[in-house]
């Protein structure tokens, strides 16, 4: 299968496309094809044994019994801790493993969430970027707070099932439909 998917990989081109002009062909050595059905895969594949090396299993939040200490869905990971010291050093793990696979964490786009706490004295930093703590955040389509308050979601949802009802007014008012 490795060499398959290396066969595969060594032969691929690239060509860039401006509206109707296609530019020349070249040959592509980094990253993995786009479209192709198994980059997702390759992708995730690869993105597990970071976290394999960097993520401690004795580490996390309880959760009926259960320790829990990263969520992941695509390229987007939740790392879980009990206080912002381990949490840090499960970050930092994380970016130094990251790093020697070539990918980078981005401060920018990283938040942390405390839940039961609004004020928050104390802050993760990554490579000496410190993360900004958020009161909620949007996981997976659904609206998280600090004090787990779901009324804010629910008030969202309704506002986005109230917008798609007027959207297709048109068609429950058509008269082509019996």
């Not at 039961?116 to 998280?144: C, P, T, W």
């Amino acid at each position: 299968m490795i060499t398959l998917l290396k066969h595969i990989y060594e032969k691929a081109q690239s060509a860039v496309r401006v509206e109707k002009e296609t530019g020349e062909w070249f040959q592509t050595s980094v990253g993995s094809r786009q479209g192709d059905p198994l980059s997702p895969l390759l992708f995730i594949t690869y993105l597990e044994r970071v976290m394999d090396k960097a993520i401690q299993i004795n580490r996390g939040i309880n959760i009926s019994g259960t320790l829990v200490n990263n969520l992941r869905f695509a390229d987007g990971i939740d790392v879980l801790e009990e206080d912002c010291d381990s949490l840090h050093q499960q970050i930092e793990q994380l970016r130094v493993a990251a790093g020697e696979a070539g990918l980078l964490m981005n401060a920018k786009k990283t938040k942390t969430l405390v839940f039961g706490d609004r004020n928050i004295e104390k802050h993760v930093q990554i490579a000496g970027n410190i993360i900004e703590n958020v009161e909620q955040f949007e996981y997976l389509g659904s609206l998280l707070t600090w004090d787990n308050n779901c009324s804010a979601e629910i008030k969202r949802r309704i506002g986005k099932s109230i917008g798609t009802m007027a959207a297709l007014k048109s068609i429950w008012n058509s008269k082509k439909i019996k």
